[in-house]
């Protein structure tokens, strides 16, 4: 079975402070692909990143910054010097065959001024 | 580029009423989702479409709930009759492939509250 698990249910920073959300996942299937999703309180989901299975290379963009290691099957998502505009609910997904994102629960993060 | 579009925004009926959703995708996306993402929980599949065919509905209660993308663009999602735990936010989303891997945009969603 497929699953993922964001064991954090809420953050709470000031602004200016570096954050990392938790990201762990279960798959059997040896080709996957893991995603980050940004819900800010309007509700569209918004693509942050995807990573395959294959590549193990951390990535940065801008202010963000994703850690991905197989052998403990995390996939973190680090913000540096958050800002307020941060603020909303991110989800991390898994997706193998057919293309269906199982979700995690996501995690709320709260920044303050 | 226009991004998915969403109707209604909001949503509010009596239980065993009936309620419909629509979706229009992004311009030349072939690969249609609608999910079901209930307070507080991630969003779970409910139906996933391949051009105007049925890729997935493995999660989708079948007894309430249809839906259909009938000219392959936009879709319809339809609850009836309604139960209280139907009450959710009711998520489309689009992608240009189906597979593994293809990256979905989504539209604002549905919110539904069923009384």
């Known amino acids: 079975a497929q699953k993922v698990t964001q064991a954090q249910t809420e953050i709470s920073v000031v602004e200016k402070e570096d954050v990392t959300l938790d990201c762990v996942y279960e798959t059997r299937d040896t080709t996957y692909y893991l995603f980050w999703y940004k819900q800010p309180p309007s509700g569209e989901l918004v693509f942050l990143i995807r990573?395959?299975?294959?590549?193990?290379q951390n990535e940065i963009s801008g202010r963000y910054s994703w850690n991905f290691q197989k052998s403990t099957s995390s996939f973190n998502f680090t913000i540096t010097a958050s800002q307020v505009v941060d603020s909303a609910v991110y989800f991390c997904?898994?997706?193998?065959?057919?293309?269906?994102?199982?979700f995690g629960q996501g995690t709320e993060l709260s920044v303050k001024p | 580029e226009a991004g998915v579009a969403q109707s209604p925004r909001y949503k509010i009926i009596e239980k065993r009423q009936s309620v419909a959703f629509w979706c229009n995708p992004i311009?030349?996306?072939?690969?249609l989702y609608w999910y079901q993402q209930i307070l507080g929980q991630g969003p779970k599949l409910l139906i996933q479409f391949q051009n105007n065919g049925v890729v997935d509905d493995s999660q989708l209660p079948k007894d309430r709930f249809s839906a259909e993308r009938l000219k392959g663009v936009d879709s319809t999602l339809k609850i009836q009759p309604a139960k209280l735990e139907d009450s959710a936010v009711y998520l489309c989303a689009s992608s240009l492939v189906t597979g593994a891997g293809s990256i979905q945009y989504f539209g604002a969603g549905t919110r539904l509250s069923v009384l």
């Open positions: 311009s030349g996306h072939a690969t």
């Open positions: 990573r395959n299975s294959f590549d193990e």
């Open positions: 997904a898994l997706s193998s065959q057919g293309g269906k994102l199982i």
